[in-house]
């Protein structure tokens, strides 16, 4: 007969033995519905527990600061226009403006006027998708709809001034490209805006301004979403400044840091309006600041279109484009975040060297830091909530 | 006529061609209607084109494509499990239709623990999620499988407490017996009210552990196609993949079925008469529950998984507990 002493450390060790689950490796992407392409992340997940990711980035990789050594400044803004697509059009704009600085060339005032109105165009679409694809990511696929309906009629505008709706390719060197509103039949092109089109801006904003209260409505007053995205993924703001991010998801964090307000690429200091911070930096933060800026973008254009002056669209610039030595680093404010370039030219048609800062980049940087200790669904609602084209990662 | 109906295997036999052909329609009517109603939700046309006329032989064209496709089963999948998920699910769908009473004569068999036997049976599905999960041999689909079953304990529950609430009032298992006992429940006056009128919570209860059971937003987790890529389907191709979308759509109509029995009067209508017109009845009534059901889809994001928990076991089950207390507390007393 045992004794009872021996029994009871018998019981003690079994109690000590303690399971042993193996951690899973999940791999997410590169081809997965929820990473905008083609972002891998490498996840250690326990059961529905994430805790440790890895993203690898590269997939997307174009080689476009290489490309530019060998191409003329004009055919960069072609290339340029592709690096964040959802956005094309603003990235051309710090290229630009870096270019005619080394060249001592200023686009006259309406151009850079179309330039402004543009870019806020394309904020405005770039959000808009991300006011649609956030919610589709959480699993609600209506939004979607709402907001592509409301950027249809964005990118309508910007296709009547430019021919294109995702990669114009309308800016030159010094100016706009003078030709818009002129169909195939119209033998002679048109040298401005097309006719009717401050009017159509003035009544799209109207309608993109009232269409945010109902995406508000729909999204902000659904409980669901609200759970999964309140107190989600919170960036703080120390970390957020150490790791470049940039862009709304930094003013999410409470960094009152735009832009448009601190630097001088086009004529943002002659419009009224505020930039959006938010304090927590968690993905509500992320999702408000960005309707936030929807609305104070709309509100921007419909000041522009009041105040657009009269005058030429092209300053005097050379037939073929030749940038003298020198170099500079221009940055803007991109819909995804801050966006820069550092041309360095010896001189002649090419430029030495283009180094292309992408807010991308810097936004997904963060990702090991937030995806620590969450669950797996979390992983899609904060990814959404950074906004980021892989493009503009891998450029 | 009525000495064939009187034969036991020539009835057999039409009530299994009968369900046969029943499980396929209402998942193509549903599964219609879920396109066409998402479609006008979100500003779309929807189908349009199939069939000639508002696209009403879409489903059909992409049934045939399914079996068009080639049947891929992974390498590493368990073959045998592999192949009898599908099987499974959609078997456990079609034994629901056994007891769905559409009139007090048309049903299959009307089972004295119907009720018992409905809750039984519609819980064998997640066992079939839970093998196509397993089975795959895919990251993925595993706990997409994993979610089924977590979310089959969680919701089982509150569903079979919401219903004891009816089988309290009703004093019967029987789903005719239910149905006949809310034709003579005159609780307000003297034109028979349905359950629901009493037993609110308890339909907010069933109809909510139901969105579970049927995996449907904002309870869709084991699928979950934004992180999950497809759950516990993404390695199926085929007419298997039509197994689980058909199992899908048909298990929304039969449990609509079974809630318009249990809370909404079933096949009975004030004033009409229910041999008759008891089909219809019954038929626009589990229409109706599975429009809410369509319209939940396409307005909610979905739930996290510790979420889905929380709310299971921190709400509908205190709820649904409660109203048992409620409920036999009024029976004893009244």
Redesign the interface.
Request: glycine share 6%; hydrophobic share 55%.
């Given at each position: 007969m045992l004794d009872r002493s021996a029994l009871h450390h018998l019981s003690e060790a079994a109690v000590a033995i303690e399971l042993e689950t193996p951690d899973?490796t999940?791999n997410i992407g590169p081809q997965?519905?929820?990473t905008h392409g083609v972002l891998r992340l490498v996840a250690k997940v326990d059961?529905?527990k994430v805790y440790d990711v890895q993203p690898v980035v590269g997939y997307m990789h174009r080689g476009y600061e290489k490309i530019s050594e060998v191409r003329t400044y004009p055919q960069i803004i072609t290339l340029i226009n592709r690096i964040e697509w959802v956005s094309g059009y603003a990235n051309e704009i710090p290229f630009l403006v870096a270019t005619e600085r080394i060249m001592g060339v200023e686009a006259p005032p309406r151009a850079q006027y179309i330039r402004l109105i543009l870019t806020e165009m394309t904020r405005l679409s770039s959000h808009l998708m991300f006011m649609g694809s956030y919610?589709?990511?959480?699993?609600?696929?209506?939004p979607?709809?709402?907001a592509l309906?409301e950027r249809e009629r964005v990118l309508d505008l910007i296709e009547s001034v430019t021919g294109g709706r995702f990669h114009p390719n309308f800016n030159r060197i010094g100016g706009v490209k003078p030709v818009a509103g002129a169909g195939p039949s119209q033998k002679k092109a048109s040298q401005d805006l097309p006719a009717g089109f401050l009017q159509e801006t003035r009544r799209a904003m109207d309608q993109v301004l009232s269409t945010s209260d109902e995406i508000e409505d729909l999204i902000a007053g659904?409980e669901?979403?609200l759970?999964?995205t309140k107190g989600v993924g919170i960036l703080p703001a120390e970390v957020a400044l150490a790791y470049g991010v940039s862009g709304p998801n930094l003013r999410a964090s409470g960094v009152d840091f735009d832009l448009r307000k601190k630097a001088d690429y086009l004529p943002y200091d002659e419009l009224d309006f505020e930039t959006a911070v938010t304090e927590t930096g968690d993905c509500w933060d992320r999702w408000w600041v960005r309707l936030v800026e929807i609305r104070e973008s709309a509100k921007m254009i419909k000041q522009a279109v009041d105040q657009i002056p009269s005058g030429p669209l092209q300053a005097k610039v050379p037939r073929v484009i030749k940038v003298p030595k020198g170099e500079t680093y221009v940055r803007a404010e991109n819909p995804k975040g801050e966006m820069g370039y550092h041309v360095i030219s010896e001189g002649g048609q090419i430029p030495y060297r283009v180094k292309i800062r992408s807010a991308s980049f810097n936004n997904i940087s963060i990702l090991p830091h937030i995806l620590e200790g969450i669950?797996?669904?979390?992983?899609?609602a904060i990814m959404g909530s950074l906004d980021f084209v892989l493009g503009d990662v891998d450029r | 006529m009525s000495d064939l109906l009187a034969n036991f295997w020539i009835l057999l036999a039409l009530k299994l061609v009968a369900i046969g052909a029943l499980v396929p329609v209402t998942a193509l009517v549903i599964g219609y209607a879920e396109l066409k109603i998402s479609a006008h939700m979100q500003s779309r046309i929807g189908p349009y084109f199939a069939g000639g006329r508002w696209g009403w032989a879409q489903l059909i064209a992409d049934g045939i494509k399914f079996f068009q496709k080639e049947d891929i089963i992974p390498e590493e999948a368990d073959r045998q499990v592999f192949k009898w998920a599908p099987a499974l699910v959609l078997l456990s769908t079609v034994a629901l239709f056994v007891v769905i009473p559409f009139s007090p004569t048309l049903i299959v068999q009307d089972l004295d623990l119907g009720v018992f036997y409905v809750l039984a049976i519609s819980s064998v599905s997640t066992i079939g999620v839970l093998m196509a999960g397993w089975s795959s041999a895919n990251k993925y689909s595993l706990m997409g499988g994993l979610r089924a079953a977590g979310q089959l304990i969680a919701y089982e529950l509150p569903l079979l407490l919401a219903v004891v609430g009816v089988i309290i009032q009703a004093g019967t298992m029987s789903l005719v017996g239910i149905v006949e006992a809310q034709a003579s429940f005159e609780v307000f006056g003297t034109i028979a009210v349905p359950y629901v009128a009493v037993q609110f919570v308890g339909f907010l209860v069933f109809m909510t552990a139901a969105l579970a059971e049927l995996n449907r937003i904002p309870f869709d987790l084991p699928v979950a196609e934004s992180e999950l890529v497809m759950g516990f389907v993404t390695e199926y191709s085929g007419f298997r993949f039509l197994f689980f979308f058909l199992g899908e759509y048909a298990n929304m109509f039969s449990m609509s079925a079974i809630a318009s029995t249990l809370f909404l009067g079933g096949y009975h209508f004030p004033g009409l008469n229910a041999e008759i017109w008891g089909p219809v009845v019954l038929t626009v009534k589990i229409l109706a529950l599975a429009f809410l059901m369509i319209w939940f889809r396409w307005t909610f994001p979905r739930l996290r998984e510790d979420q889905l928990q929380k709310f299971a076991w921190k709400w509908l089950i205190p709820v649904s507990l409660a109203n048992i207390a409620v409920t036999g507390i009024f029976k004893v007393v009244m």
């Open positions: 899973m999940l997965h519905p929820s059961g529905e919610p589709l990511e959480l699993g609600a696929a209506t979607l709809m709402f309906r659904n669901v979403l759970a999964r669950l797996i669904p979390d992983i899609v | -």
